[in-house]
């Protein structure tokens, strides 16, 4: 009997033994830990929406939210590398908003000056300049850390205090606004999304990648002989993953622009209103097509390249990836480098949502960005973490904000709530690591 067919009977045995929910995991290799967060996702939305008077599961509430949701969780996948490694980042909240002066302060008050307003570089200078300054700052950050042996605690609780006082040093505490026309596509709202007809071709080809990777792991698994997946369980995961593409658009697509733009551009485009009024679908926000992108890069990086495995490695046991002949400290240091170049990001889409950089913007960001990596399933302990339940993280923290808002819940109360969600997050995560070991 081949090796392969003697694990297959052994898997059978084995799986005669689980029960009907057990063994339709095992089957599809759903994580439940991803299953539990994405059910506690629709707990969270099902009850806010009742306690809202059926405001919550509306197009024009999920729309705001997923690009609200945008910044935090571009900075969550970063956040996710540096606690892999055993470290953390509380600056990312000043860094965002101190890049986030730097890019209002060029595009509004440098740039105009020299190439002169509306000139469609000024953006692109701006976006690239904000980079530069959020990698600078990571790499600074990073250096302390790594090459110093500073602890990462102290040099970000540093950074924290910092780069919250440079940014109002830049201006002196003046808000700089507005911003260039074109950066402020980042920040959705009408013109800043991409409308019903783009947003469906997008979710089709999502729905043509989601099958394509499928098929393309299933071959892979063949060519390797390794255990495969049933072809119902192949079948399952693609048919969930694009209704969930496709539902996300169809809520996108539901979403119309308010009447006072629509009356504004059909008259700028001599279009006539007819009695019901015209509908002009927002469709998929730029922010969030963003986040979405970063999403994917970073998990090719965590899962698909050398850096992604040295820093798994790195963090899952320091010593051993030393002896391996990583270079730890230099692993280390471009974490940080990328830390800062997502900052950077997530600023762009704060600064060109509010129109405006202000001094308070990115206040309580890191508490966001940490909570939700934790939520998503990073470990403190270091050596886990995903990039999308770190996603999915930053949407269960800006639900939860988002639904206490409709509620009428104070500031202050919002914060506790959020506080506890988070002590329960870490408190969750040591029980299921102590099931697990």
């Known amino acids: 009997?081949?090796?392969?067919?003697?694990?297959?009977?052994?898997?059978?045995?084995?799986?005669?033994?689980?029960?009907?929910?057990?063994?339709?995991?095992?089957?599809?290799?759903?994580?439940?830990?991803?299953?539990?967060?994405?059910?506690?996702?629709?707990?969270?939305?099902?009850?806010?929406?009742?306690?809202?008077?059926?405001?919550?599961?509306?197009?024009?509430?999920?729309?705001?939210?997923?690009?609200?949701?945008?910044?935090?969780?571009?900075?969550?996948?970063?956040?996710?590398?540096?606690?892999?490694?055993?470290?953390?980042?509380?600056?990312?909240?000043?860094?965002?908003?101190?890049?986030?002066?730097?890019?209002?302060?060029?595009?509004?008050?440098?740039?105009?000056?020299?190439?002169?307003?509306?000139?469609?570089?000024?953006?692109?200078?701006?976006?690239?300049?904000?980079?530069?300054?959020?990698?600078?700052?990571?790499?600074?950050?990073?250096?302390?850390i790594a090459y110093m042996g500073v602890p990462a605690f102290i040099v970000t609780l540093g950074g924290l205090l910092v780069w919250r006082g440079a940014a109002w040093w830049v201006t002196s505490g003046r808000t700089v606004a507005p911003m260039d026309a074109n950066f402020r596509l980042f920040g959705g709202g009408p013109n800043g999304a991409i409308g019903a007809t783009w947003s469906w071709i997008i979710g089709l080809i999502a729905c043509v990648a989601i099958i394509a990777i499928i098929a393309m792991g299933r071959r892979q698994r063949q060519r390797f002989d390794f255990p495969q997946r049933p072809i119902w369980a192949e079948a399952f995961l693609a048919t969930v993953g694009c209704a969930v593409v496709l539902g996300a658009v169809w809520v996108a697509n539901s979403y119309p622009w308010p009447v006072g733009i629509v009356r504004r551009y059909a008259e700028a485009n001599s279009i006539a209103i007819p009695d019901g009024g015209l509908f002009i679908a927002h469709g998929i926000a730029i922010p969030v097509l963003v986040a979405i992108v970063v999403g994917i890069v970073m998990t090719f990086i965590a899962t698909r390249t050398t850096f992604g495995r040295y820093v798994f490695a790195l963090g899952g046991n320091p010593e051993a990836a030393e002896l391996a002949g990583i270079k730890t400290r230099w692993v280390t240091m471009k974490i940080f480098i990328l830390m800062g170049v997502l900052c950077a990001i997530a600023a762009a889409i704060s600064t060109a949502r509010l129109n405006a950089a202000t001094n308070a913007q990115g206040t309580l960001d890191e508490l966001l960005t940490i909570a939700a990596a934790v939520i998503g399933g990073t470990s403190l302990a270091g050596g886990v973490g995903t990039i999308a339940g770190a996603m999915i993280g930053a949407v269960v923290m800006q639900s939860l904000q988002s639904g206490m808002v409709l509620m009428g819940l104070d500031t202050p109360l919002q914060n506790i709530v959020v506080g506890i969600v988070l002590v329960i997050a870490v408190w969750l995560d040591s029980l299921y690591r102590r099931g697990k070991a």
């Not at 994405?38 to 806010?48: D, E, R, S, T, V």
């Not at 900075?75 to 996710?80: H, I, K, N, Q, S």
């Not at 509306?118 to 701006?126: L, S, T």
């Not at 976006?127 to 600074?140: D, E, Q, T, Y």
């Open 1 to 144: 009997m081949a090796m392969s067919e003697a694990t297959a009977n052994t898997d059978k045995a084995r799986a005669s033994d689980l029960g009907p929910v057990e063994r339709f995991i095992k089957a599809t290799e759903l994580d439940t830990r991803m299953l539990g967060m994405i059910g506690a996702l629709l707990l969270i939305w099902i009850a806010f929406h009742i306690f809202s008077g059926g405001l919550f599961l509306t197009p024009r509430n999920l729309w705001n939210l997923s690009v609200q949701s945008a910044s935090v969780a571009v900075m969550a996948t970063g956040m996710v590398l540096v606690i892999v490694t055993r470290n953390i980042d509380l600056s990312v909240g000043s860094i965002l908003g101190f890049v986030g002066m730097i890019m209002a302060v060029i595009q509004a008050e440098i740039l105009p000056g020299m190439l002169g307003f509306g000139n469609p570089m000024i953006w692109v200078i701006a976006l690239a300049a904000g980079i530069l300054v959020g990698a600078a700052i990571g790499a600074l950050h990073g250096f302390i």
